[in-house]
């Protein structure tokens, strides 16, 4: 996955995340468990991202970044 697949899946993603919240009257159960899904995906996306233009700045092949585990993004400081 090169850095323009990544951007278009954060889009989507993005859109998505939108679509939810922007709903009026609540959301159900499962649509509240979706944009949790969808939360922690972005974080995963933006993770992989970060790990690319990290590696291509420094002479690394960024083909080589993985999508880390949700654990582990999720567990981040801010």
């Given at each position: 996955m090169?850095?323009?697949e990544i951007l278009d899946d954060?889009?989507?993603?993005v859109?998505?995340?939108r679509t939810l919240r922007q709903r009026t009257?609540?959301?159900l159960p499962e649509e509240r468990a979706r944009l949790a899904?969808?939360?922690?995906?972005?974080?995963q996306c933006w993770d992989?991202?970060?790990q690319?233009?990290?590696k291509a700045?420094?002479?690394e092949d960024p083909d080589t970044a993985a999508l880390r585990p949700a654990t582990e993004v999720e567990s981040y400081r801010n």
């Open positions: 090169d850095n323009e954060i889009g989507a993603l859109e998505e995340e009257g609540g959301l899904e969808l939360e922690v995906r972005l974080d992989l991202l970060r690319r233009r990290a700045e420094f002479g």
